[in-house]
């Protein structure tokens, strides 16, 4: 092979290259530069300089894969990397004043947060079981670090270790499932798993189905399923609120990035198995996410909860087994990252210097001391609520359509009946800001960053829940070509 063709190859990884060359230069500036404000500026343009390789890169013909068909470029994985952008930006917005608050203001913080995006996005494009795993170990690991981030705070020292423990565990299965398809069918490949299971005639093997039920534990695990959620209520209080943030949307996008390659690409064939799991699987995520909430009385916590239960409403389009259905649950994704985001946003708000800002009580009266940030709040529940004219309507709204369509009607009314008990949680904070008296006044800690984050999410919230079609048209051109 010459020269030119092993350049040629390189251009589909670009943004790949460019996002790990950004974390590496971060970490020598980190040496260099004592204000953390320039190391994250740096790493915002470096996002964006990855961010316009995928663009130019997302007008392709037809996808293009390189490295013995290992990693593949389409639609599906640059659409999924620009909601890894997005986050990765957001977060560093919404991280600077608040990592000062947390005396944990180092520069390897913003290295790391490109490392586990990268990670992502080598999922997001993983043609092959072996590149899937690579991925999702470089993302996972950057995880548990920033999980723990604060050294001195005991909460996040236990976060970082349940996080470890359980991601390590949900390894092992996705391992296992590895193996089993790789024992049956001789090869990693997704695209040549599906034909290897048609040419050899063994779908109905058990064995394939252990194997499928091993991908689907280890995914699960990722984007926090019932029963495999345990992690995550922990995890999302005691970690630093920027990264509880970042962890809501990146891995669980990556999560579904991955559940869609392989059951659809691969494990096409034993649509009716798989979603006989998920079904199940999806009621059950739904109900303890909506219900357990209930009781929450930490924020965090609620959002955590509030996370599951979303993942099971997610989970409708990956059940309903068409390109649609899977275009209405990465639709969803994009639109869970804008309002999750400036939820957390708010949150990290109330965040000072002895003051930890969590609690619902934090929130009661903040209505009359902060108007605008209370609206901004009532617009990110709103959402998170399903209430129309916002982002989070239109984002349920798709997913219960193509669950009704390919047949599901009945999952289609309890996940209405769920999202219906979940309007309890969001709109308590809601009264809590609005109806009730403060018991002190509370000072908001906020930054242009802070400022930016906030206004980008709450605009394209209202924005994409008056005009669906900006988003839903992007998502359609991207998976369904």
Not at 190 to 212: D, M, R, W
Not at 452 to 473: K, Q
Request: proline share 3%; with cysteine.
């Amino acid at each position: 092979m010459d020269t030119t063709s092993k350049l040629f190859d390189l251009i589909p990884v670009l943004p790949e290259l460019t996002m790990m060359s950004v974390a590496l230069v971060l970490l020598l500036l980190d040496l260099i530069v004592k204000k953390k404000e320039v190391i994250a500026l740096v790493g915002i343009a470096g996002a964006l300089v990855a961010f316009y390789g995928t663009c130019k890169l997302y007008g392709l013909t037809e996808p293009q894969s390189v490295f013995a068909n290992m990693f593949v470029l389409d639609g599906y994985s640059n659409f999924f990397k620009l909601i890894f952008y997005l986050n990765v930006i957001l977060t560093i917005c919404i991280s600077l004043k608040y990592m000062a608050v947390e005396k944990a203001s180092l520069g390897e913080y913003y290295a790391l947060l490109f490392f586990a995006t990268t990670g992502m996005m080598i999922m997001a494009s993983a043609a092959d079981l072996i590149v899937l795993y690579l991925g999702l170990e470089l993302m996972a690991l950057s995880t548990y670090i920033l999980a723990g981030f604060v050294r001195k705070q005991p909460r996040s020292n236990e976060a970082a270790l349940k996080y470890f423990f359980l991601g390590a565990f949900s390894s092992a299965f996705l391992l296992y499932g590895i193996s089993l398809t790789y024992g049956l069918t001789g090869t990693t490949n997704l695209k040549e798993i599906a034909v290897a299971l048609q040419t050899l005639n063994i779908t109905g093997s058990p064995i394939v189905f252990l194997g499928v039920i091993f991908f689907i534990v280890a995914f699960g695990f990722k984007i926090a399923l019932v029963p495999f959620h345990m992690w995550a209520p922990d995890v999302y209080e005691g970690a630093p609120t920027s990264i509880t943030a970042f962890m809501s949307v990146g891995p669980k996008a990556a999560g579904f990035a991955v559940m869609g390659r392989v059951l659809f690409d691969a494990f096409g064939g034993l649509q009716v198995q798989w979603s006989s799991i998920l079904i199940p699987v999806a009621v059950i995520t739904m109900a303890v996410g909506s219900i357990i909430a209930l009781a929450q009385t930490n924020i965090k916590r609620m959002l955590a909860y509030s996370s599951i239960a979303h993942a099971g409403y997610m989970l409708l389009g990956v059940i309903s087994g068409t390109p649609g259905g899977l275009t209405s649950t990465v639709n969803y994704l994009m639109i869970y990252a804008l309002m999750n985001m400036g939820a957390f946003a708010v949150v990290i708000m109330l965040r000072r210097e002895g003051f930890q800002g969590e609690n619902l009580e934090d929130y009661m009266g903040l209505a009359k001391g902060h108007p605008l940030a209370s609206a901004l709040m009532l617009i990110f529940m709103f959402s998170l609520t399903g209430i129309p004219p916002t982002a989070g309507f239109i984002g349920k709204f798709y997913v219960f359509m193509e669950a009704i369509r390919a047949g599901h009607t009945s999952l289609a009314v309890i996940a209405v009946m769920f999202s219906v008990i979940s309007a309890f949680f969001y709109l308590r904070v809601v009264m809590y800001m609005y109806m009730k008296d403060p018991k002190e006044e509370v000072v908001l800690t906020t930054s242009n960053s802070m400022n930016f984050a906030l206004a980008v999410t709450a605009v394209m919230v209202i924005l994409l829940g008056v005009f669906p079609s900006l988003l839903l048209d992007l998502v359609r051109s991207s998976i369904l070509g």
